[in-house]
């Protein structure tokens, strides 16, 4: 695809820093180039130089790059500068850009939607690539460079082949009614196999449940009595002081939400009002908001004071790990029974060990490392529709084989808009606009 003009921006991160780069893409690229270093240089080689602005005045020195199109990130000719990470640099450096003809600074994504558009990535591609910068923890970046490699692409690929084969057995099936003869067992091994899809599918969508949870963290919650020690565990697994802690009872009454990086996994960690009856007006509202919390957890964390023997266990269960706290205090060795855990965020003592009890749990939420996952709710929200017209050829056997094909047809259709493969206009401003400047 021909655009008319020259988008350039920063794509490199904040400044200042050692080295910035502005990347430039389009058909004036090769223009800007030599405008700024005097002459194009070596195809894909790094060329150091002196960078001049409209006027002849010196910007920098740095290394300027050319990739023609069409083996470059968009398809389009694209420059590289190299230029030092100050913030003047890089503002003269924008500011000459913005003064050539054909020139304007990129819209978010506008690198990324150029390659779209000239072929050079799919949609879940650029969408790989915008993960892969945005992520933050381990299982991120694993998720999105598994994905960036093609084989989400691939796996929505190979469920569209399956269903343009099922439609052309339906097809061949029409023909040869027509002419009274029907192959049965034909029609019945397409249907088994959309049956089977319908299933895969299904699977698949439930796997957003652990990109969402790679993604927005792992959610742990602590509850407990008043004075328990909860504040001080959070701090202890945090290594700093994010909770205000007291000896008094009842000094946490909000939530308090911290995210921690467990073995390469993000986990949310929050701190809740101490539960108890009777408390105040607002101490209450407390503990009616860390009771939803805790419902709503991946993993509860009750804690209770070795030496409280007041209470039983309120919380148990799967998604709970039972912690006695202080046992520093404690003159004799406590119940292993009682609890999963014992610790003391004063010595330290077992906090290695809740810490990888938190990590299985959060890694087991995680599953197979290596099963395919959808990576945004934009490819769960399609693949919905794709399984609600499969789940509907399927069911109804009473349908006119010309509507359950076109049921097979509309789901193929809009497994092909995740990756972009068909009809994707309307989806690209929404897309686009959520990535980066210079990406
Ligand atoms: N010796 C000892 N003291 C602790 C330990 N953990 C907490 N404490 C003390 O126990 C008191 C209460 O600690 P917090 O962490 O504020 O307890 P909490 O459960 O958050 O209490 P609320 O916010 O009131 O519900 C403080 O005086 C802490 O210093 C521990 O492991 N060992
Ligand atoms: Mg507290």
Request: with cysteine; charged share 25%.
């Amino acid at each position: 695809m021909q655009f008319d003009q020259t988008i350039f921006a920063l794509s490199s991160g904040h400044l200042p820093s050692g080295v910035a780069v502005i990347r430039v893409s389009g058909p004036h690229c090769r223009f800007v180039t030599e405008t700024i270093i005097g002459a194009l240089p070596t195809s894909r080689q790094a060329q150091y130089g002196v960078l001049k602005d409209t006027s002849g005045g010196i910007i920098d020195h740095g290394l300027t790059l050319f990739f023609p199109a069409p083996a470059s990130f968009t398809g389009e000719d694209v420059t590289e500068f190299h230029v030092h990470g100050g913030r003047a640099v890089v503002a003269a450096v924008l500011q000459c850009l913005s003064s050539l003809p054909g020139c304007r600074h990129a819209e978010a994504g506008e690198f990324s939607r150029r390659s779209f558009l000239n072929g050079k990535m799919d949609l879940l591609g650029v969408e790989a690539v915008a993960d892969l910068i945005a992520a933050e923890t381990e299982a991120e970046r694993r998720l999105a460079v598994q994905n960036s490699s093609g084989i989400q692409a691939e796996l929505y690929a190979a469920w569209r082949r399956r269903l343009i084969h099922a439609r052309a057995m339906i097809e061949a099936e029409m023909d040869f009614s027509d002419e009274g003869d029907i192959p049965g067992s034909v029609s019945d091994m397409v249907w088994r196999d959309i049956e089977t899809l319908v299933v895969e599918i299904y699977d698949h969508i439930a796997g957003f449940r652990r990109t969402e949870i790679i993604r927005d963290g792992f959610d742990v919650v602590i509850v407990g009595a008043p004075n328990a020690g909860k504040s001080s565990l959070l701090n202890a697994l945090l290594e700093r002081d994010a909770a205000i802690v007291a000896d008094e009872p009842g000094t946490t009454r909000d939530l308090v939400e911290t995210v921690l990086d467990i073995d390469g996994i993000k986990v949310r960690l929050t701190d809740t009002a101490g539960l108890r009856d009777g408390a105040g007006k607002v101490e209450s509202i407390g503990i009616d908001r860390a009771r939803r919390r805790a419902e709503h957890a991946d993993l509860v964390l009750y804690l209770r004071d070795v030496a409280d023997f007041s209470d039983l266990l309120p919380y148990s269960g799967e998604g709970v790990l039972r912690i006695g706290s202080k046992v520093d205090l404690s003159e004799t060795q406590p119940s292993t029974i009682m609890y999963d855990c014992l610790v003391s965020s004063v010595s330290g003592e077992g906090l290695e060990t809740l810490r990888s009890l938190i990590s299985s749990r959060a890694s087991a939420s995680l599953g197979n490392r290596s099963d395919i996952l959808p990576s945004r709710l934009r490819h769960v929200e399609l693949l919905q529709q794709a399984l609600k017209a499969l789940q509907t050829a399927a069911s109804d056997e009473t349908k006119p084989l010309e509507l359950r094909a076109e049921d097979l047809r509309q789901a193929s259709h809009v497994i092909g808009r995740v990756s972009g493969e068909v009809d994707v206009e309307d989806l690209l401003d929404v897309i686009f606009s959520q990535f980066c400047v210079g990406k």
